[in-house]
């Protein structure tokens, strides 16, 4: 069973930065892809990014392309989002994910979840 923990969350200013961690324990952390995911209140958890085990496969929320950054460090069972360019519409509960086999952009397809951070991005 593999646990997830996000950390990094905070308020910022719009077009500042902030990087969210995600460390895990309890299973083979670098055979599984991660992704990020975040939720807003009232809207669908949406994708953001994710990376493959091997972290050389990534994809990206058109959205959030160009500013956002996700990388992995299979040695410290880590995976990191450096978001860059904030904006309000990035204001949501930020959650990491893993899952056996390659990325996917659909949360159903995620077999463990972190317990999210909060972002919030101030005008």
């Known amino acids: 069973q593999v646990q997830l923990v996000e950390s990094g969350g905070g308020l910022v200013q719009a077009g500042g930065s902030l990087r969210l961690s995600c460390a895990a324990s309890?299973?083979?952390?670098?055979?599984?892809?991660l992704g990020w995911f975040r939720q807003a209140p009232g809207k669908r958890r949406e994708f953001v990014a994710a990376c493959s085990w091997r972290g050389d496969h990534t994809v990206y929320a058109e959205s959030v392309k160009g500013r956002f950054s996700i990388s992995r460090d299979n040695a410290k069972n880590t995976m990191f989002l450096q978001m860059n360019s904030l904006n309000i519409e990035d204001t949501a509960v930020y959650y990491c994910?893993?899952?056996?086999?390659?990325?996917?952009?659909?949360?159903?397809?995620?077999?463990?979840w972190g317990q999210g951070t909060q972002v919030t991005v101030s005008s």
């Open positions: 994910a893993a899952r056996q086999g390659d990325v996917n952009l659909l949360p159903g397809r995620y077999d463990y």
């Open positions: 309890g299973g083979a952390f670098g055979s599984l892809a």
